[in-house]
């Protein structure tokens, strides 16, 4: 699909279908004015009729408007004018691109970006909008045969937008575009490959993939095997991978857009491409879905490609520390004694808590690459999803002032994460008779006590932590990657970017 950023009259747009908005109750914004009066009223007189109210998301779909040269006019809701936001706006912008799935609308010229929204700029808007239509228009159909493939459907798509701005915001909205389609491209690859099956999506496949990203950019990618973590001593990662076909990987990529001498920011994400629990064997229902247990690996390789299509000027490192959780003869048992990189030694009390074994290796490797800030992603604990559910990513910290910035990324790039505790208090609920921790502290808090976990190998740097369980994919008949969160991270590095 094809951005443009315009100024023009709405009334007198030659395009498949026009888009304007309608505040509750029934007010027309300054778009449908212009339309109404070109058409003699015929827009206020179908809404005195009752069939638009204006509530946050209706949409009605107009044919043949006289006075107008589209072919369709949609009339979008708002909801309360006193009350449009950055939330309302993206639902306006959503349930817009929705209304025009298959009704053979193949261009659309757009007037809701020109509204005020509380507290937000025509770049932020037009961003926006294009990452509200990429995730709309979306579609996963790599793995169906050709005669499942809807080519049909494909040649109707929306192809063409037109995105109207006042003439002085033009310029701004540019801007915003070029930020808004890299963020809707490091989303639409974070999809992709949660998305992909697990038979497909392997650590070696994630390695590949990290390195065709490198091709195409000025990214350095490195990529350790068995051998090279053994010498490592990432006894707790080999651990993990020991029960599977699947030789383990650890990507290492490397974006130096920054001063030369400046600290880098880490993100390390989970990529357990997929865990069926191990020795500790997950129940049967909906098990497919830890297909999805590699959307932290995921998040990191988008947001590398969001920054390196931005060429965002800062220096940021990812490290992918990623394997299958399987069962097997030669898997780790409940009760093996696994040493990490860092010498700290881990009772393992249960093999489905793979996750944090797995990074807290990635976590002592962060360190050689000095950082001013270390960001893991991991869809880590069961227990996150029933503290927050789908809305929130968890978000702890040892360091209050990275924690807020991560939060007002996340508020910035409606991509939002919670502040959750991780006293010391909660620490003694790792205690193991037999070695330095154990790696689950029983059912209480259970996301707070990973992330203590997890703080234990994050000592020597600012550190946080993103609990992605909930927030990474969506079940039920919607099933599928959200790529979240993507717009999170990117923004936190285009922050940090415009501070250094
Ligand atoms: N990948 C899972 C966490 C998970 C479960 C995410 C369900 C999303 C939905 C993780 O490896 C895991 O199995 N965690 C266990 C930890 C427990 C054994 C302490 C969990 O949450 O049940
Ligand atoms: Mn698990
Ligand atoms: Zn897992």
Redesign the pocket.
């Known amino acids: 699909m094809e951005f443009s950023i315009k100024n023009t009259n709405p009334e007198k747009q030659r395009q498949d279908c026009t888009i304007v908005g309608i505040y509750e109750s029934r007010k027309l914004t300054g778009a449908a004015e212009l339309i109404d009066a070109a058409s003699g009223g015929f827009v206020s007189t179908v809404i005195k009729r009752g069939d638009m109210e204006g509530k946050i998301g209706s949409t009605l779909m107009l044919h043949g408007v006289p006075g107008t040269a589209s072919d369709r006019l949609l009339l979008v809701g708002l909801g309360k004018e006193r009350e449009f936001d950055a939330r309302t706006y993206r639902k306006a912008v959503s349930a817009s691109i929705k209304a025009l799935k298959g009704t053979g609308a193949a261009t659309a010229a757009s007037y809701l970006a020109e509204l005020p929204v509380k507290k937000h700029d025509a770049a932020w808007k037009v961003a926006h909008f294009a990452e509200v239509a990429m995730d709309v228009v979306y579609k996963f159909d790599r793995m169906k045969g050709k005669q499942h493939k809807d080519d049909k459907a494909a040649a109707r798509a929306l192809k063409k937008v037109v995105i109207n701005l006042p003439r002085e915001a033009l310029k701004a909205g540019e801007a915003g575009l070029r930020q808004g389609l890299a963020i809707a491209a490091g989303v639409s690859l974070a999809k992709d490959l949660g998305n992909l099956p697990p038979n497909v999506c392997t650590p070696t496949y994630l390695a590949e993939q990290a390195q065709a990203l490198a091709k195409s950019s000025g990214l350095q990618v490195q990529v350790l095997d068995r051998p090279d973590m053994e010498k490592l001593g990432m006894g707790s990662f080999l651990g993990v991978s020991q029960g599977s076909r699947q030789p383990p990987k650890l990507i290492v990529m490397q974006h130096k857009k920054g001063r030369k001498n400046q600290k880098p920011v880490v993100l390390v994400g989970k990529g357990?491409t997929f865990?069926t629990?191990g020795i500790s064997l997950k129940p049967g229902a909906e098990m497919d879905e830890?297909k999805y247990?590699m959307c932290g690996a995921a998040s990191v390789l988008g947001t590398f490609k969001a920054i390196v299509e931005m060429d965002l000027p800062i220096n940021a490192v990812g490290i992918i520390p990623t394997c299958e959780n399987m069962p097997d003869g030669n898997a780790i048992r409940p009760g093996d004694v696994l040493t990490s990189m860092s010498g700290q030694t881990i009772e393992v009390l249960?093999t489905?808590?793979?996750?944090r074994l797995i990074l807290c290796d990635a976590l002592t490797y962060a360190e050689r690459f000095e950082p001013s800030s270390v960001v893991d992603i991991a869809?880590?604990?069961?227990?996150c999803?029933i503290a927050l559910g789908h809305h929130l990513s968890g978000l702890f910290s040892n360091n209050d002032s990275l924690a807020r910035e991560l939060l007002a990324a996340g508020e910035g790039a409606q991509d939002r994460a919670w502040h959750m505790p991780m006293l010391e208090d909660y620490q003694g609920q790792l205690d193991s008779n037999f070695a330095d921790m154990a790696n689950?502290g029983g059912r209480a808090a259970?996301s707070v006590t990973a992330a203590c976990f997890l703080s234990r190998f994050a000592k020597k740097y600012d550190w946080a932590h993103l609990d992605i369980?909930g927030t990474a994919w969506k079940s039920g008949k919607e099933k599928g990657s959200t790529g979240r969160p993507v717009p999170l991270l990117t923004e936190f590095l285009m922050q940090r970017a415009a501070k250094n």
């Open positions: 357990i865990d629990g830890m247990d249960n489905d808590a793979e996750g869809t880590l604990t069961g227990a999803v689950i259970g369980a």
